[in-house]
C-alpha cells in the first residue's frame, strides 16, 4: 500500500526536508508533523497553506497533496457524528474523548 501523502513526501524529498525540518518551518512538535503524516491526526487548514506557500504549490492542488482520510482512518471510527433529531446538536463521539 502507497504511503500518505506521497505527492506531498516527494514535495520534502525534492526540498531536502524531513520531518524536523518541516515541524521547525511549521513551528509544531516532530510528533505533531508526524501524526499528520501517518493519518492519525488531520491537518489544520493554515499549516496546509503554509505548507503549500513554502512548497509552491498552486491552491487549486490542495486536493492532491492533502487527500481525504483513507477508508482505513474512516473505518476505525476516528471520530464520528450522530445526529438523534433535528432540533438536537450534534453529538461526537470519539476514542479521544
Known sequence: MAKSFSKLRAKLIEYGMDQIALSKMLDKCVVYVN??????????????????????IPYDQMHE??????????????????RLNRKEPLKLKSKFV
Open 35 to 56: 501524526q499528520r503524516l501517518t493519518e492519525k491526526r488531520p491537518w489544520e487548514l493554515w499549516d496546509m497553506y503554509r505548507m503549500m506557500d513554502e512548497f509552491k
Open 65 to 82: 497533496y492533502f487527500p481525504p482520510p483513507q477508508k482505513q482512518v474512516q473505518e476505525k471510527g476516528l471520530c464520528k457524528v450522530t
